[in-house]
């Protein structure tokens, strides 16, 4: 006879955070329209830097490859 009794699922212990966006100059579109941050894992051992990510408001959605 099988155990049909609901899982619970184990406890969340790390957390990737894309960090607190601020704002940068877009060198395609000339304008303070770019927006950047940097991603941590906030982990039980403490805080891991992923990496940076970035973006603009106009030029990514005319053409993403464009900044």
């Known amino acids: ?7 619970t699922a ?3 212990t790390d957390v990737v955070h894309q960090g607190t966006p ?6 395609h579109c000339k304008a303070w329209t770019g927006v950047a941050g940097t991603a941590v894992l906030l982990g039980t051992d ?5 990496g940076t990510w970035s973006g603009c408001s106009i030029c990514t959605e ?5 900044c």
């Open 10 to 12: 184990p406890p969340v």
């Open 62 to 66: 005319e053409d993403p490859r464009a």
């Open 22 to 27: 601020h704002a940068t100059w877009c060198t």
């Open 1 to 7: 006879m099988s155990d049909h009794s609901p899982r």
């Open 46 to 50: 403490g805080v891991t830097v992923l």
